[in-house]
């Protein structure tokens, strides 16, 4: 029907011709993003399950990224212990050499600074080797303290840590006498932690001073020099003393301790930080001069007296009360001590007991060292597998997301050539109306 009001030919072409130009807004926009799956529109159910792929690729290469840092944690950490085992053979070397009686007392002597200083480096090198602040040579390993890689899945890599210090490896040098420790409950989880606490609480800054001797209950000829350790501590503040910080003091006490009226020297290193394997924790370590000595005594002086006054917390702990009565005395806060003959190579027999020593230690450290190189085998192929794993989810991401370029072209071109035949076929329409008015003249 011919007409003028109502131009149906043009309305139906302009409706074919939107038509067509949102198919060609979208084949425009998935070539251009390259993904045939741009909005939730395209496809409700694929866009979920891209996007669930997409986070578990993320998830595995993440993974991987973990487990080539737990491979170069390993690496650093059995790196250190390849340095360890040089020691360790040097140490078996010179006990060899100290153990043959061709030696004179004195030159065993000599070879035993060095075998102390071996010693001495292999317990530095366990706890200095870090890896971003993580260590895993000084703890005894527990059930709970194993190192846990995340590689993508619910299941972790657990690395296991090991003791490779003097006391892990059974290795603490010295030729033996009196050593005390303080009670495991106020260890410490690092060295560099608060382990005493002194509080004045009235009266001007004091020197606390801390009095250590150790004693021959056999004769009074064999006792130690008092190894005398001046604490300072703020007036009306608590003062805060590391473990480090403590045993550092008390180093520089008994090194400082010069020569007796013979000549002797009295000088030695009388405390360290020592890790309690059973606890895992650091505590305080003291050791006499030579093996005369089979009991020790500490005591506390210089804290303010008095009502509110002075306190002592921590690895000490020495109450208002105890302060006021003059119970100053600080054994009460260690374990009883114990006569340790120490391993060294001053005589032929004790360097023929330190080749067995030494021996069970080199395979302590090997145990470790093999096990630290499968867990590294282990990350590897964990790495190679993560990498396959991502690489068959991109490829399956990939079939469901991206477009069909080849597939897409022809579609474009189809909705071009529909656009075009549309705008056409409008302007036709549009003219049809026109035609009416040859009849109205």
Same mark, same amino acid.
């Given at each position: $029907?011919?007409?003028?009001?109502?131009?149906?030919?043009?309305?139906?072409?302009?409706? %074919?011709?939107?038509?067509?130009?949102?198919?060609?807004?979208?084949?425009?926009?998935?070539?251009?993003?390259?993904?045939?799956?741009?909005?939730?529109?395209?496809?409700?159910?694929?866009?979920?399950?891209?996007?669930?792929?997409?986070?578990?690729?993320?998830?595995?290469?993440?993974?991987?990224?973990?487990?080539?840092?737990?491979?170069?944690?390993?690496?650093?950490?059995?790196? !250190?212990?390849?340095? $360890?085992?040089?020691?360790?053979?040097?140490?078996?070397?010179?006990?060899?050499?100290?153990?043959?009686?061709?030696?004179?007392?004195?030159?065993?002597?000599?070879?035993?600074?060095?075998?102390?200083? $071996?010693?001495?480096?292999?317990?530095?090198?366990?706890?200095?080797?870090?890896?971003?602040?993580?260590?895993?040579?000084?703890?005894?390993?527990?059930?709970?303290?194993?190192?846990?890689? %995340?590689?993508?899945?619910?299941?972790?890599?657990?690395?296991?840590?090991?003791?490779?210090?003097?006391?892990?490896?059974?290795?603490?040098?010295?030729?033996?006498?009196?050593?005390?420790?303080?009670?495991?409950?106020?260890?410490?989880?690092?060295?560099?932690?608060?382990?005493?606490?002194?509080?004045?609480?009235?009266?001007?800054?004091?020197?606390?001073?801390?009095?250590?001797?150790?004693?021959?209950?056999?004769?009074?000829?064999?006792?130690?020099?008092?190894?005398?350790?001046?604490?300072?501590?703020?007036?009306?503040?608590?003062?805060?003393?590391?473990?480090?910080?403590?045993?550092?003091?008390?180093?520089?006490?008994?090194? !400082?301790?010069?020569?007796?009226?013979?000549?002797?020297?009295?000088?030695?290193? !009388?405390?360290?930080?020592?890790?309690?394997?059973?606890?895992?924790?650091?505590?305080?370590?003291?050791?006499?001069?030579?093996?005369?000595?089979?009991?020790?005594?500490?005591?506390?002086?210089?804290?303010?007296?008095?009502?509110?006054?002075?306190?002592?917390?921590?690895?000490?702990?020495?109450?208002?009360?105890?302060?006021?009565?003059?119970?100053?005395?600080?054994?009460?806060?260690? @374990?009883?001590?114990?006569?340790?003959?120490?391993?060294?190579?001053?005589?032929?027999?004790?360097?023929?007991?330190?080749?067995?020593?030494?021996?069970?230690?080199?395979?302590?450290?090997?145990?470790?060292?093999?096990?630290?190189?499968?867990?590294?085998?282990?990350?590897?192929?964990?790495?190679?597998?993560?990498?396959?794993?991502?690489?068959?989810?991109? !490829?399956?991401?990939?079939?469901?997301?991206?477009?069909?370029?080849?597939?897409?072209?022809?579609?474009?071109?189809?909705? @071009?050539?529909?656009? @075009?035949?549309?705008?056409? $076929?409008?302007? @036709?329409?549009?003219?049809?109306?026109?035609?009416?008015?040859?009849?109205?003249?």
């Amino acid at each position: $029907m011919l007409s003028i009001k109502n131009n149906v030919m043009a309305q139906n072409a302009a409706r %074919h011709l939107g038509m067509a130009y949102d198919n060609l807004a979208k084949s425009v926009e998935r070539l251009s993003s390259g993904q045939r799956i741009n909005s939730g529109k395209d496809d409700a159910a694929g866009l979920a399950f891209r996007e669930l792929i997409r986070a578990d690729i993320a998830v595995l290469q993440q993974g991987a990224r973990n487990a080539q840092d737990g491979i170069s944690l390993v690496q650093t950490m059995e790196g !250190a212990m390849a340095v $360890m085992d040089e020691n360790l053979i040097r140490m078996q070397e010179l006990a060899e050499q100290a153990a043959t009686g061709s030696y004179s007392a004195a030159q065993r002597i000599i070879m035993d600074n060095e075998f102390s200083e $071996m010693a001495d480096e292999i317990e530095r090198i366990a706890d200095a080797t870090t890896f971003n602040g993580v260590t895993l040579l000084n703890t005894a390993p527990t059930a709970t303290n194993a190192l846990s890689i %995340h590689v993508g899945t619910a299941t972790t890599i657990d690395i296991a840590q090991v003791n490779m210090t003097k006391a892990g490896l059974n290795i603490d040098t010295g030729n033996g006498g009196w050593q005390a420790y303080s009670a495991t409950a106020n260890g410490v989880d690092a060295s560099s932690d608060t382990w005493l606490t002194i509080t004045q609480g009235c009266g001007g800054a004091l020197t606390t001073t801390l009095t250590i001797g150790f004693e021959d209950s056999g004769t009074t000829e064999n006792n130690e020099s008092d190894i005398v350790v001046a604490l300072t501590v703020v007036s009306s503040a608590a003062t805060t003393f590391s473990l480090a910080s403590l045993v550092s003091n008390i180093n520089s006490a008994s090194n !400082a301790l010069g020569w007796d009226a013979s000549g002797n020297d009295l000088r030695y290193t !009388a405390a360290f930080s020592y890790l309690d394997t059973t606890s895992s924790k650091y505590v305080l370590q003291l050791k006499s001069r030579d093996s005369n000595a089979d009991s020790y005594s500490m005591a506390m002086s210089g804290i303010a007296s008095g009502a509110s006054c002075g306190s002592v917390t921590g690895g000490f702990e020495i109450t208002i009360a105890e302060n006021i009565a003059g119970s100053l005395s600080v054994t009460d806060n260690m @374990q009883a001590g114990v006569t340790k003959a120490g391993l060294n190579i001053l005589t032929t027999a004790a360097a023929t007991a330190a080749l067995t020593t030494i021996t069970n230690a080199i395979n302590s450290k090997d145990t470790a060292r093999a096990a630290f190189g499968y867990k590294m085998n282990r990350l590897e192929s964990t790495v190679a597998i993560l990498n396959i794993q991502t690489e068959n989810l991109g !490829a399956a991401e990939s079939r469901i997301s991206d477009v069909d370029v080849a597939t897409e072209m022809a579609t474009l071109t189809r909705n @071009q050539v529909l656009a @075009q035949a549309g705008v056409s $076929m409008l302007a @036709q329409a549009n003219a049809m109306p026109q035609m009416a008015l040859t009849l109205l003249r």
